[in-house]
């Protein structure tokens, strides 16, 4: 009787897992965003109220996008990011995360991190899912035997904003023909979420 119930209990557990994971998931992002704007909204209004600074938090994230598409908007922006570029310790985070930022996400010249590859890291015979942002500096190359290398980034799982940079030659990287955001997926979710096969 106690096996049987333990495999019922057990069989259980790996139906709902999956539901378990999902409304953890999305609990742990509702109470971030919530948070972001929480305690202000209990300081105003002299009482917490869930779900407004969720609300808030998405408004806002919109709002930034849609005026930033205009010229006035890209004005304010600019004239923000000057501000932030002043506070001695705000300015090096600030300006290191947006220069990370600019290279994955929002570059779109051909040297820019919009080129899905693979190559063997961290050692021999294990592939890597990695992004070619430009040529290594010359001076990399030149001591290093005068051959062509290129840097590549190397995205951690399951957050491609952190990851590693490696010069690589040439001759060594395997090209993909997958797109970009289908690598990106793919790192994200460790692998779980293919792209579909290319004829």
């Not at 705000?90 to 600019?102: L, M």
């Not at 395997?174 to 293919?194: F, H, R, Y």
Request: proline fraction near 6%; charged fraction near 20%; charge should be positive.
């Amino acid at each position: 009787m106690w096996q049987l119930a333990s495999k019922y209990f057990i069989r259980g557990i790996f139906i709902l897992l999956p539901l378990f994971i999902t409304i953890w998931m999305l609990s742990f992002i509702f109470s971030f965003f919530d948070g972001i704007f929480g305690g202000f909204i209990w300081l105003v209004f002299g009482k917490p109220m869930p779900g407004v600074g969720f609300i808030a938090t998405i408004s806002i994230i919109f709002l930034t996008g849609y005026l930033t598409h205009y010229i006035f908007g890209e004005k304010v922006l600019r004239l923000a990011e000057k501000v932030l570029y002043k506070v001695p310790l705000v300015k090096t985070i600030y300006s290191s995360t947006k220069q990370i930022n600019d290279v994955l996400f929002l570059s779109k010249d051909a040297g820019g991190f919009n080129k899905a590859c693979i190559v063997e890291y961290p050692r021999k015979g294990i592939w890597s899912v990695g992004f070619i942002t430009t040529e290594a500096p010359q001076e990399v190359s030149e001591k290093t035997g005068g051959e062509k290398l290129l840097s590549v980034f190397i995205p951690n799982t399951p957050t491609p904003a952190t990851g590693f940079l490696i010069m690589v030659p040439e001759k060594d990287i395997i090209m993909l023909n997958m797109k970009t955001e289908d690598a990106l997926k793919l790192v994200v979710s460790g692998g779980a979420l293919k792209p579909k096969e290319i004829n």
